[in-house]
């Protein structure tokens, strides 16, 4: 049964990206691919999260309501 469970685990794949948005928090995360962040930037509003081979694997934005588009007017 184990044995079972771990080829099975094997054989799924995972679907990037994934997309997480927290309106209260005005924050969204979009998961590039997997790995471990090493080392994180700034810029323009975004939040870069590199792994060990300098891979983007995350990208966060701050102030999400900020990027909004205004409804038109009827």
Known sequence: VITLLI?????????YPKVMVDKEADFASIKIADGIEKKSYLKD??????????????????????????KKAS
């Open 7 to 15: 080829n099975f685990q094997k054989k799924i794949k995972k679907t």
């Open 45 to 70: 509003g975004m939040i870069f999260s590199q792994d060990e081979k300098g891979r983007i694997i995350e990208i966060q934005i701050l102030n999400l309501s900020s990027l909004a588009i205004p």
